[in-house]
Structure formats: C-alpha cells, structure tokens
C-alpha cells in the first residue's frame, strides 16, 4: 500500500494523439530554425507544486521531437517518462551552432488547451531528449502530421492540428 500523498491529481485531459504503437522513427532528426522563439505553450501532466507545469515549445522547421533533459528531470520521479538510451549520442544538427547530443528517446506527453473550448488535450510524442535544449521543446514541422495551418493574427500564431479518428480539426492558440 502506497503512503498517501497531499498531491492532488491532475486534471483530466483527454489524448488525442499518441505516437506510443506507431513505430516512429526520424532517420534524420534536425532543428532547421534558431528554435529559441517559443510559439506555443504546453503543460506537465504531472508537474512539481511550486509551478504551474508550463514549458514553451518552439514548433518550426525541422525533422523529429525533441526535449530538454532539464524539463523531464522536473517531472516528479514518480511521473516521468523512461528515458531509453538506446539512441544515445545521436547527433541532431542545429542551423544555429553545434548539433545537440541525444542522451536517448521518450514517449513525452504534453498537454496543450483547445483555443475555443478550453478542453485540456494530450499528445504523446516520440522524442529526443537532449541536455541544454534552449526550451522546453522542439517540434519539428517536417514531421508533425497533425499540423494542418499555421495562421497569424494580433502577433501571435494560431495552429490549427488534425489529430485523425475523426476528432475533427482543433485550433490551439500560440504565443
């Protein structure tokens, strides 16, 4: 039996895209932006009390996932996702400096806000974890499927994402 914990559950949040039993792979992961803008904001499903569990997430050009091993070391033990090493070392080159070292991959669930209903969503991305990342986390929009538009209005962008399974399209504003 689990000692109880003060810690109140997260709220719910429904997964619309799950990369898990997808096979993923990016043969050539890449940051083909500066990647240090963020334009949309995520949230932790677990996350340390002290904060709220957002992290910023720059999804650009490029190819595969990628998060900073700081943001998943935040994640409380008992909630943060394996890291497998099995592709440690790879190289993910970067267009503004040297490429990033991946210490291995993840299944990173984010959590990000339906800009007009307000419904909490989860996606969970097969990623590169890589220290000193300049963010929380990178999309690459080479291979992000589920990116239909991306639209600006009022300086900020609007992403509309088509998850599949006939969820229909989902607007999540970007900052």
């Known amino acids: 039996m689990s000692a109880p914990t003060s810690e109140a559950p997260p709220a719910y949040a429904r997964t619309v895209f799950d990369e898990t039993h997808r096979g993923v792979w990016q043969m050539e992961p890449s940051i083909q932006s500066m990647a240090n803008r963020v334009n949309l904001i995520g949230y932790l499903d677990h996350h340390s009390p002290d ?6 997430i720059c999804l ?8 900073s091993q700081e943001l998943i070391d935040s994640i409380p033990a008992a909630h943060r996702p394996v890291v497998r090493t099995n592709d440690a070392g790879r190289s993910i080159p970067y267009i503004m400096g040297q490429p990033f070292k991946a210490i291995g991959t993840t299944f990173f669930p984010i959590v990000l806000t339906n ?3 307000q419904e909490r969503i989860r996606l969970i991305l097969h990623a590169f974890v890589v220290p000193k990342l300049l963010m929380g986390m990178f999309i690459g929009t080479g291979t992000a499927t589920f990116l239909k538009v991306e639209s600006w209005s009022g300086g900020s962008p609007r992403f509309t994402f088509d998850f ?4 229909g399209e989902t607007e999540v504003q970007g900052v």
Do not use: Y
């Open 51 to 56: 904060t709220d569990g957002s992290f910023g």
């Open 115 to 117: 800009a007009q209903t």
């Open 60 to 67: 650009a050009g490029g190819v595969g996932n990628v998060v």
């Open 164 to 167: 599949g399974g006939g969820l």
